[in-house]
């Protein structure tokens, strides 16, 4: 039986190595737990934080991982309204109106930023959520391994669309051949662990790099980007564009099921920028929330963003 100190080296020497094969010149920087692990394996990379005007999490933790790792860090604050100006672009360069957009958002400001500073080639921690379940909703799957087994063959991640764009070559360590095959066979017990009376995603690769990292890096909470960064907070600006009686009445002249008024938001810049929604094609099923082409197996439209089928 393989023992936690023999899974921790291995996972830990396969990261290394995959990091030190390819190397990039940025680091798209959170402070979170995948980005601090990335950073202290290429401590010549640049590291690159966005926020919010008025501030986000991500930038105390980013500046805490920068101090104990002698990085350079850059951060840059967008407004609100640069934010928003930007909306049309990220959903015509990704084709969606996914309530998900100010993440997406998020990591546009980062890669552009990272570019405008002369970087080339950016680094981004996708991926170790998804091997390791470091989403709170994973926490009480019963079929957590036949669960991240399917995620790991249909990972979609908006940086390497956003980066494509830009002209960046993004590098993602976690989504290795090797690093994903030696993740999967991880048992999902050693993912989801109590530790000190809590509960904790990602629990293997937490005890991989403790020491290595300051404990308040390795044992934080799961941040989701916009709530790191603050982007979370356009989305009540977006609302408060949209009055009730309005949403109300074009809820009924569009053939959607949106979320909320955010979402018809989103739609309409949708409609304006790209057009139609693509509709299935064969051997496909359409969305319950746009009618898309969805694959059968699909939970997520990438479209819509519609969680479906269970």
């Known amino acids: 039986m393989v023992s936690i100190e023999e ?3 291995e996972l830990r020497d396969r990261l290394k190595e995959v990091v030190k094969r390819n190397p990039a010149e940025g680091l798209l920087f959170s402070g979170g737990l995948d980005s601090g692990v990335l950073a202290s ?5 640049k590291a690159f934080t966005i926020t919010l005007e008025g501030g986000g999490e991500d930038l105390e933790y980013a500046q ?7 990085l350079q860090l850059y951060h840059e604050a967008i407004t609100t309204d640069e934010a928003l100006n930007a909306i049309p672009t990220v959903i015509g360069i990704l084709k969606t109106f996914d309530p998900a957009i100010p993440n997406d958002i998020t990591t546009y400001f980062a890669l552009k930023f990272a570019k405008d500073k002369g970087i080339k080639r950016v680094m981004t921690g996708d991926g170790g959520d998804e091997l390791f379940a470091g989403y709170s ?3 009480d799957l019963s079929d957590l391994d036949d669960y991240l087994l399917r995620l790991t063959k249909k990972m979609f991640f908006s940086s390497n669309i956003l980066a494509q764009v830009l002209g960046l070559e993004v590098v993602q360590p976690f989504l290795d051949r090797r690093v994903v095959e030696f993740a999967i066979k991880i048992p999902a017990s050693l993912k989801v662990k109590q530790d000190g009376g809590k509960r904790f995603g990602k629990w293997i690769l937490r005890k991989a790099f403790e020491g290595l990292l300051p404990d308040e890096i390795i044992w934080q909470s799961k941040r989701p980007l916009e709530h790191g960064s603050g982007t979370t907070r356009l989305r009540a600006v977006i609302s408060s564009k949209i009055p009730d009686e309005e949403f109300q009445i074009k809820q009924g002249l569009y053939p959607i099921k949106f979320m909320n008024r955010e979402h018809l938001f989103y739609y309409e810049i949708y409609r304006e920028v790209v057009g ?3 509709g299935p094609c064969e051997g496909q099923i359409g969305c319950q929330g746009c009618g898309a082409g969805m694959e059968k197996e699909a939970r997520h439209c990438r ?3 519609m ?3 269970g």
């Open 276 to 278: 139609g929604i693509p």
């Open 7 to 9: 899974l921790t080296d």
């Open 307 to 309: 969680t479906v089928n």
């Open 41 to 45: 394996l290429s401590l010549e990379t």
């Open 137 to 139: 909703y994973m926490e």
């Open 64 to 70: 805490i991982l920068a101090k104990f790792l002698e």
């Open 303 to 305: 479209i819509c963003g």
